[in-house]
Structures are given as C-alpha cells and as structure tokens.
C-alpha cells in the first residue's frame, strides 16, 4: 500500500529557528507537505530566531502555498512575535497570533 494521506500534519518547534537548523526543519515540512493536506507549526517553544529562521518560515509559507496546501504558524513564542514585528512581517503569513500573558512575563524589565 502506498502512503495512507493525513488531513492535518502538526510539529512542534522547539529551541531555536536559527541557521543552524533550518536545513533540518525544512526537511520536516517537506516530509508533512508530502504526507499532509494541511500542515500546523507550533512556534510556542522557540525562545531564539535569526534572519535564517524568517527566511525558512518565509520559504516554507511559499512552498506550501506553491503546492496549494495550507500552512499556519500558530502559538508565536515572544522572540518570534518580535522578530515578525521588527521585520514588519506579520500580514504576509496572514496567521492569528495570540499571545499567551506567561510568553510577556518580564516584557519591558
């Protein structure tokens, strides 16, 4: 039998989306689009992101879009909220963010 489809793919990203794993996550998305009509990345636990990790998310957007398959970033963890707004990046993946109080505790010490 071939490969059994899956409505929807979902991982957890933790740690950091820097240069140093990108290639990796990238392997992940491509690996869901395959399997999956619709792919959900939870950002809640990424407490580090960098140019690479936009560009991932930018590409991975791209390529899900490309393939006319949905992909939503959910549960933005504060550095990636932040790095979304500095970049002015937000409208472009058109995703909800909420932000959970815990994720701001501290914001502005």
Not at 40 to 55: F, T, W
Request: hydrophobic share 40%; charged share 25%.
């Amino acid at each position: 039998m071939g490969d059994a489809r899956i409505q929807l793919g979902q991982f957890v990203i933790e740690g950091e989306l820097t240069i140093y794993r990108v290639t990796e996550l990238q392997q992940t998305l491509l690996d869901l689009l395959r399997r999956c009509d619709a792919v959900d990345a939870d950002l809640s636990q990424v407490n580090e992101i960098d140019g690479a990790g936009l560009q991932w998310m930018v590409a991975a957007k791209r390529e899900a879009n490309r393939q006319h398959k949905p992909l939503r970033f959910a549960g933005h963890s504060r550095p990636v909220q932040e790095a979304l707004d500095l970049c002015d990046l937000g409208a472009f993946f058109g995703d909800q963010v909420v932000i959970s109080s815990q994720a701001w505790e501290g914001a502005g010490s």
